[in-house]
């Protein structure tokens, strides 16, 4: 069985760096049928896919035209993870972010606990 | 990107009752279309994939339909714990979302 834990602050200051890590269990970060992604949630812009990372052959990464150049999502292989960084964030990145596993045959099929994450100072 | 467009935005039912929803895109996804439900406090939950076909552990009251740009999600005959928010997802191109349709007891 699958699982996603995810950990990082719940409060970041705006213009700073907002980082999330994602750990998985029961499956390999490596996986060839599967791609990880970081979608969030918010009253103002509901769920939004933020972007995703997957191993075939070598590592690529996709992400949303809406927070490119801020967004690096990065594997971790040696700790079977991946994590999410977005930069220069504002009080309009305020949400409940998630990790989420794509299986390519189905979809989204494994969620993490979510983090609400608020952009203040 | 592909716009999304659910509605009813509420639906107000009884337990036992059946559910129809509707999910529009703004253009085709061929059937590359999902439905998730979502509970107060949990995680969107994969219910339908490929427009028609069930999750692993998802109950047969649970159906899709559609292709192209229109789709349905029906709940045959609610139970009390299906009473949550649904949105539909497409991956055609990047991944988007429809706004969600609450289903509520009456």
């Known amino acids: 069985q699958v699982q996603l834990q995810q950990s990082g602050p719940g409060l970041v200051k705006p213009s700073q760096t907002l980082s999330l890590t994602c750990v998985i269990s029961?499956?390999?970060?490596?996986?060839?049928?599967?791609?990880w992604n970081w979608i969030r949630q918010s009253p103002s812009r509901g769920l939004e896919w933020l972007g995703r990372?997957?191993?075939?052959?070598?590592?690529?990464?996709d992400y949303a035209v809406s927070v490119k150049g801020r967004l690096t999502i990065n594997p971790d292989t040696s700790k079977n993870q991946f994590s999410l960084q977005l930069n220069s964030v504002s009080p309009e990145d305020t949400a409940l972010y998630y990790c989420?596993?794509?299986?390519?045959?189905?979809?989204?099929?494994?969620w993490g606990q979510g983090t609400l994450v608020t952009v203040s100072s | 990107e592909i716009v999304l467009t659910q509605s009813p935005a509420t639906l107000s039912l009884s337990p036992g009752e059946r559910a129809t929803l509707s999910c529009r895109a703004s253009?085709?996804?061929?059937?590359?279309l999902a439905w998730y439900q979502q509970k107060p406090g949990q995680a969107p939950r994969l219910l339908i994939y490929d427009a028609s076909k069930r999750a692993t552990g998802i109950a047969a009251r649970f159906s899709g339909s559609g292709s192209g740009t229109d789709f349905t999600l029906t709940i045959s005959n609610l139970e009390p714990e299906d009473f949550a928010v649904y949105y539909c997802?497409?991956?055609?191109?990047?991944?988007?979302f429809g706004g969600g349709t609450k289903v509520e007891i009456k």
């Open positions: 253009q085709s996804v061929s059937s590359f």
């Open positions: 989420v596993r794509e299986d390519i045959r189905t979809g989204l099929d494994c």
């Open positions: 990372t997957y191993y075939r052959s070598k590592w690529n990464s």
């Open positions: 997802q497409q991956r055609s191109s990047w991944p988007t």
């Open positions: 029961g499956d390999s970060i490596s996986n060839y049928t599967v791609a």
